[in-house]
């Protein structure tokens, strides 16, 4: 029987440059033959735009706050789940489109530079021992350059082969596979994974451990936990019946990184605001932004001299019955033509070291770059 992998690996043969795939340890959906692109609100009833198609639409939260939600509403969606027979779905739709020859030659390079940047951080650490906010999360660009277009299937593919488990996106010019699930839903319950505190991968079983070890006592990497963990609690507690939450973070071993991730589970009282609304109260969490929210902008707008986008923003599908999965945009790039545009962010607190801080969008960047780059 084929394994929820081998659909998604099947689908990103068929995405192209104009379908849209969205895939989830539990869920892959395939949008094709696109009816509509809209520009939405958190609260707004889009059932009915969601009607235009087959019930399903892909949803993208920028960074910024206020700025329109993308809904794109495909005339079809293939539902690839565990044990279906993805062939046979993919199947209708012929054969995947060809893909242009690899890239011969590439180009890197950083946006902003080390030295600049790490001074950032240090500004943004006295901020917050100055008492302005409690955390701010700073970002770096790396662009790629290639001398061909470059193809999201292949970038995917390659994302998936690497991080199985992520959430797996090609839709709106961004690709990615982002560990950090912002929020579920299925009828009443609703799950979300705080994803905050980071270190590398070891070279060997006793490094990763020992980093893991470190990571688990490191008073700035509880901290950054503790202010997103809190914050999703106290979202989503006054809607709640109950709530399931795990005590102690646990450690999420990725490909390049480890992280501290706390699951959460909810029940929602019967009246629970719609879903969109739920994620957009999330949204952007301390683990992308900062906190308190407006301080954390301020912050940002004052070291930052770019448009996000997408990026530190939240994406995912809804479906007309008020169902749907959002993963929160990390380790992705934007995509267009033969140049990529790679991001990584680091959360600065008050005991922030801008060395460590590099190191850790370094790190970070490491999920991407083989994938853009690979022959």
């Not at 009607?51 to 690839?80: K, M, W």
């Not at 902003?112 to 940047?117: D, G, I, L, T």
């Not at 900062?290 to 599908?317: K, M």
Request: proline share 7%.
């Amino acid at each position: 029987m084929p394994s929820l992998s081998d659909a998604a690996q099947a689908a990103i043969q068929f995405i192209g440059n104009q379908r849209i795939l969205f895939s989830s340890p539990e869920l892959s959906l395939l949008g094709v033959e696109q009816v509509a692109d809209h520009a939405v609100r958190p609260g707004q009833d889009i059932a009915d735009l969601l009607r235009d198609g087959d019930g399903v639409g892909f949803i993208a939260f920028p960074f910024r706050r206020g700025e329109p939600v993308r809904l794109a509403v495909p005339e079809r969606t293939l539902r690839l789940a565990p044990g279906c027979d993805h062939r046979a779905l993919l199947g209708s739709l012929g054969p995947p489109p060809q893909i242009n020859r690899a890239a011969r030659s590439y180009s890197l390079r950083p946006v902003e530079q080390p030295e600049e940047w790490c001074g950032n951080v240090a500004d943004v650490a006295g901020a917050v021992r100055r008492g302005e906010l409690r955390k701010a999360v700073i970002a770096r660009r790396v662009v790629v350059m290639s001398d061909t277009v470059i193809q999201p299937t292949q970038v995917l593919g390659r994302l998936a082969q690497t991080f199985p488990g992520a959430y797996l996106f090609s839709a709106f010019g961004l690709v990615g596979a982002s560990p950090e699930l912002l929020l579920s839903k299925q009828g009443r319950y609703v799950e979300s994974k705080a994803l905050a505190g980071t270190v590398r991968r070891g070279g060997d079983d006793a490094s990763d451990r020992e980093l893991a070890r470190w990571l688990v006592e490191s008073p700035k990497n509880q901290q950054e936990h503790r202010i997103l963990r809190d914050m999703v609690l106290e979202t989503l507690a006054p809607h709640a019946v109950s709530v399931h939450v795990e005590k102690e973070p646990q450690i999420l071993k990725l490909a390049n990184v480890q992280h501290l991730m706390t699951h959460l589970t909810v029940e929602l009282k019967p009246d629970h605001p719609p879903f969109l609304e739920l994620a957009d109260s999330l949204h952007p969490t301390p683990a992308v932004c900062g906190w308190p929210r407006d301080a954390a902008y301020e912050v940002i707008d004052r070291v930052e001299d770019w448009d996000r986008g997408l990026y530190g923003g939240t994406l995912g599908w809804v479906d007309a019955q008020d169902n749907g999965c959002l993963c929160v945009t990390i380790r992705c790039a934007e995509l267009d033509g033969a140049i990529a545009t790679v991001f990584a962010g680091s959360g600065i607190v008050a005991d922030s070291d801008p060395a460590e801080e590099l190191a850790e969008t370094r790190a970070k960047f490491d999920a991407l770059l083989p994938a853009l780059i690979a022959p």
